[in-house]
């Protein structure tokens, strides 16, 4: 598959992330970002926004030079929309993520192991997905297709459970954990497991990462067809979603408390995961301008989160 990258730039974008991950995941745990470090979490996560924002300009001021203001323009473009839609996304991992948290019952100085490790996963699960998905549509054209009606598919359902809850009680993973493993009554330290008569029990921390794990697969099968109706460049694909990725857990933190006020973003994120799947149905029909969906994509993200501050959230039902 075609991309505007040499190797040179897979080499230096490689070896920046596992600097940036070294960065994220050993400076920011050496500071102790818990929830009380609100405001250390908060400029770590505008460091990585800024960072985000800085390579894509200078995406956009190297490819000027080399392959034209148009092209410049286009990819800048492509790269700056699926960012968009991954950190959406990411947000709503978030969510997740803190509902894990809750159910659970995990006290904040516990949940940093959990959290580095389900950054992991995430940046890990998108780079081999990025990977199958561009080799997938350079040898079957008709799996855009596949990804527009699955996308379609999962925005609709976003849509129609918007607001509710999901019962982890019938969660089939968590069901069958339970039932087969040798559980602990309680959490021993950030252990996921301890040794009890030779026999290896599992703590509920190692229940949460593993249901952390579950939700990274469910978040990049959501997200890699996103990106590929943007672009089919890997190197814009691979570079948004791993910028995206970053600063996940310092994010964390930042939302940890503010999940209730953004109550509306799973229906904006719904109609943005529909226009994309609509976009990658139509793509040999009508491509749709990428400036065109970066327009659509950020007024229907805005209007959900303008909504969810203006509008209450309903109080719960009794007995809720």
């Given at each position: 598959?075609?991309?505007i990258?040499?190797?040179?730039?897979?080499?230096?974008?490689?070896?920046?992330?596992?600097?940036?991950?070294?960065?994220?995941?050993?400076?920011?745990?050496?500071?102790?970002?818990?929830?009380?470090?609100?405001?250390?979490?908060?400029?770590?996560?505008?460091?990585?926004?800024?960072?985000?924002?800085?390579?894509?300009?200078?995406?956009?001021?190297?490819?000027?030079?080399?392959?034209?203001?148009?092209?410049?323009?286009?990819?800048?473009?492509?790269?700056?929309?699926?960012?968009?839609?991954?950190?959406?996304?990411s947000?709503?991992?978030?969510?997740?993520?803190?509902?894990?948290?809750?159910?659970?019952?995990v006290?904040?100085?516990?949940?940093?192991?959990?959290?580095?490790?389900?950054?992991?996963?995430?940046?890990?699960?998108?780079?081999?997905?990025?990977?199958?998905?561009?080799?997938?549509i350079?040898?079957?054209?008709?799996?855009?297709?596949?990804?527009?009606?699955?996308?379609?598919?999962?925005?609709?359902?976003?849509?129609?459970?918007?607001?509710?809850?999901?019962?982890?009680?019938?969660?089939?993973?968590?069901?069958?954990?339970?039932?087969?493993?040798?559980?602990t009554?309680?959490?021993?330290?950030?252990?996921?497991?301890?040794?009890?008569?030779?026999?290896?029990?599992y703590?509920p921390?190692?229940?949460?990462?593993v249901?952390?794990?579950?939700?990274?697969?469910?978040?990049?099968?959501?997200?890699?067809?996103?990106?590929?109706?943007?672009?089919?460049?890997?190197?814009?694909?691979?570079?948004?979603?791993?910028?995206?990725?970053?600063?996940l857990?310092?994010?964390?933190?930042?939302?940890?408390?503010?999940?209730?006020?953004?109550?509306?973003?799973?229906?904006?994120?719904?109609?943005?995961?529909?226009?994309?799947?609509?976009?990658?149905?139509?793509?040999?029909?009508?491509?749709?301008?990428?400036?065109?969906?970066?327009?659509?994509?950020?007024?229907?993200?805005?209007?959900?989160?303008?909504?969810?501050?203006?509008?209450?959230?309903?109080?719960?039902?009794?007995?809720?």
């Amino acid at each position: 598959m075609e991309t505007i990258a040499t190797p040179a730039m897979w080499a230096g974008f490689f070896l920046f992330v596992v600097v940036a991950t070294v960065v994220d995941l050993k400076v920011l745990s050496a500071r102790g970002a818990t929830r009380g470090g609100l405001r250390e979490a908060l400029a770590w996560s505008a460091f990585w926004v800024a960072l985000a924002l800085a390579f894509g300009g200078w995406l956009w001021w190297h490819l000027h030079g080399t392959s034209g203001p148009e092209a410049a323009r286009e990819q800048a473009l492509a790269y700056f929309t699926g960012y968009l839609i991954e950190k959406s996304l990411s947000v709503d991992n978030i969510f997740v993520f803190l509902m894990l948290f809750t159910y659970f019952a995990v006290p904040p100085e516990l949940q940093r192991r959990t959290l580095v490790y389900g950054v992991l996963g995430a940046i890990a699960l998108r780079i081999v997905m990025i990977l199958v998905g561009a080799w997938l549509i350079a040898q079957f054209h008709w799996i855009l297709y596949v990804f527009g009606l699955f996308l379609l598919a999962t925005g609709g359902k976003m849509l129609f459970f918007a607001g509710e809850k999901p019962d982890l009680e019938k969660n089939p993973a968590l069901r069958w954990m339970r039932g087969h493993l040798a559980l602990t009554p309680g959490f021993e330290g950030e252990r996921f497991w301890v040794l009890k008569d030779g026999v290896r029990t599992y703590t509920p921390l190692f229940l949460v990462l593993v249901m952390i794990g579950v939700t990274d697969i469910v978040f990049a099968v959501d997200s890699i067809p996103a990106i590929f109706a943007i672009t089919d460049d890997p190197f814009i694909v691979m570079t948004s979603n791993i910028f995206a990725v970053l600063g996940l857990r310092a994010l964390y933190f930042v939302l940890a408390d503010m999940a209730d006020r953004f109550h509306l973003l799973s229906y904006g994120l719904a109609l943005v995961l529909m226009f994309i799947g609509t976009k990658m149905l139509l793509i040999d029909v009508y491509k749709i301008p990428v400036f065109l969906a970066l327009g659509v994509v950020g007024a229907l993200i805005a209007a959900s989160v303008v909504a969810s501050l203006v509008v209450r959230p309903r109080p719960p039902a009794r007995g809720d």
